[in-house]
């Protein structure tokens, strides 16, 4: 199976909005609508328009196969380290176990060191242990305790 990565353009809002709410969690938090949500299209705005943000997605002879966002985040700690934030990893349900994960992260992984990040980061849902054990998999370490406060 072949597959295209590529950044991500407008007209893929509405199919990006889709895989996010494709999921127990996703349903909960996501609003799938037409007209498209403004917050949603705020958002891809300010994520095009910031030079440090990478919305990716993954096309093949079906259409939207997957997305990702990378967020190239500079830091003083260890030396002025460049660390990769991969989060909204989601792949369309007719190719999850495909093994097109694995080919996202390793894509990701390389944008981040390309970009000279010394460091690849992401953050899972606690409730998401088949992607916890995914990632796991793949070399990521549970190193740290996360916390998130709702504003």
Known sequence: ??????????????PIIALLADDALGQ???????????????????ISADPNQLLAVVEDEDGLAGCLQIS?????????????QIESVRIARRLRGAGLGRQMLAWA?????????????????KSRSDA?????????????????LAL
Do not use: N
Not at 137 to 147: D, N, R, T, W, Y
């Open 132 to 148: 916890l054990r995914f990632y796991e998999s793949l070399g990521f370490v549970a190193s740290h305790e996360g916390f998130k």
């Open 109 to 125: 992984i390389e944008q981040c060191r390309a970009r000279g990040c010394e460091l690849v980061q992401l953050t899972s849902d």
């Open 28 to 46: 909960t938090r996501e609003r799938v609508s037409t007209p498209t949500d403004p917050a949603y299209v705020e958002a891809f705005q300010a």
């Open 72 to 84: 190239f985040i500079p830091g003083l700690s260890r030396l002025g380290m460049w660390r990769g």
């Open 1 to 14: 199976m072949q597959f295209h990565f590529r950044a991500a353009s407008q007209d893929d809002l509405d």
